[in-house]
């Protein structure tokens, strides 16, 4: 019974693992299109910036230093763009190097929270035909067979602590019959 119930666990984590490629692939496609349009707001702002002869510091600058809390917001907004903009352009580029591990450890260090809440919500699984999906569905075994053997031992060591071998005297030699 132990040893079907860790095949299961360990068969559902290889399940799950193995669409790590998947996610990543459609996480990278809502990745793209959060840089498209992030850079397509940039690419306007900076055009209104230079037909005023500035720079996007001093366009950002005046809107900051501007007395309408309309203007401020709008230039912390805006900031706050450019950089998303960077980060997720950083990201993109570091999700393109070679090794499906540095892949992923890239994702899971510098995962965009809304891009990946919104990658769960709509995301369609795929089977793992190449060998990423089998690296991550190895793992997923592996993981889910030691989750539940630990799960399973430790409740076998909980179990056995309370069902203690109860033992009864022997009689002793010395007892003198009557």
Known sequence: MRGIFC??????????????????????QRLDGAIGVLQQQADRFDADARALSLTRDQALDRLKANPDPVAIAEGTQRQTAFERLARLTHDRAELEQPGFIHRFGILVRHLDRPLAEA???????????????????SLGLMTGLLVSGGLVGSLALLTASSRRIRYRPKPSPHRMKL
Do not use: I
């Open 7 to 28: 095949m299961v666990v360990g068969l559902a984590m290889a399940a799950v693992l193995s669409q790590e490629p998947e996610f990543q692939q459609q996480y990278r």
């Open 119 to 137: 990658t769960v919500a709509d995301f369609v699984p795929a089977a793992p035909l190449n060998p990423e999906g089998l690296f991550f569905a």
